[in-house]
């Protein structure tokens, strides 16, 4: 496992790295908050349960590809994120990038409390994520 920090103005983000997969580094970032400080994880490239893992949780597939709505189904998460744009591939965040955009919003939105993206994800206006582009699913959960 290795941890990698950067610091962009005022936001300090972190990327963990495991042998294993991303929801098993969410749950080891879960179970040492001291250590990892994560406020939000973002699914973008595969994996099968998020059982167990509390934080803000987005996940986004394509075509032959994603965090899957059975991970998305498997998520405890208050604040949880399903999205699939029309057409998406199983390399979308690089070839397409149609949720990248959202991507930005819903990290803005719990890692920088940046409260102008939050609608963009939970909110109901035309340029809301389940809304601004033709998409194959999309699912919204908040308390």
Same mark, same amino acid.
Do not use: W
């Given at each position: 496992?290795?941890?990698?920090?950067?610091?962009?103005?005022?936001?300090?983000?972190?990327?963990?790295?495991?042998?294993?997969?991303?929801?098993?580094?969410?749950?080891?970032?879960?179970?040492?908050?001291?250590?990892?400080?994560?406020?939000?994880?973002?699914?973008?490239?595969?994996?099968?349960s998020?059982?167990?893992?509390?934080?803000?949780?987005?996940?986004?597939?394509?075509?032959?590809?994603?965090?899957?709505?059975?991970?998305?189904?498997?998520?405890?998460?208050?604040?949880?994120? !399903?999205? $699939?744009?029309?057409? +998406? =591939?199983?390399?979308?965040?690089?070839?397409?990038?149609r949720? &990248? /955009?959202? #991507?930005?919003? !819903?990290? $803005?939105?719990?890692? +920088? =409390?940046?409260?102008?993206?939050?609608p963009?994800?939970?909110? &109901? /206006?035309? #340029?809301?994520?389940?809304? $601004?582009?033709?998409?194959?699913?999309?699912?919204?959960?908040?308390?």
């Amino acid at each position: 496992m290795s941890l990698t920090m950067r610091t962009s103005s005022s936001v300090r983000y972190s990327f963990l790295d495991t042998t294993r997969s991303a929801s098993d580094a969410a749950r080891k970032a879960q179970a040492q908050p001291d250590v990892y400080n994560v406020k939000a994880v973002l699914f973008s490239h595969g994996g099968h349960s998020a059982s167990g893992i509390n934080f803000p949780s987005m996940f986004t597939t394509g075509r032959g590809g994603g965090a899957g709505s059975d991970m998305f189904g498997s998520s405890p998460a208050e604040y949880k994120v !399903f999205a $699939a744009a029309k057409g +998406a =591939g199983h390399m979308e965040p690089i070839q397409g990038g149609r949720l &990248n /955009g959202f #991507d930005g919003h !819903f990290l $803005a939105c719990h890692v +920088a =409390g940046l409260q102008s993206s939050c609608p963009k994800i939970y909110g &109901n /206006g035309d #340029d809301s994520i389940c809304k $601004a582009q033709p998409m194959d699913a999309c699912q919204v959960v908040q308390p």
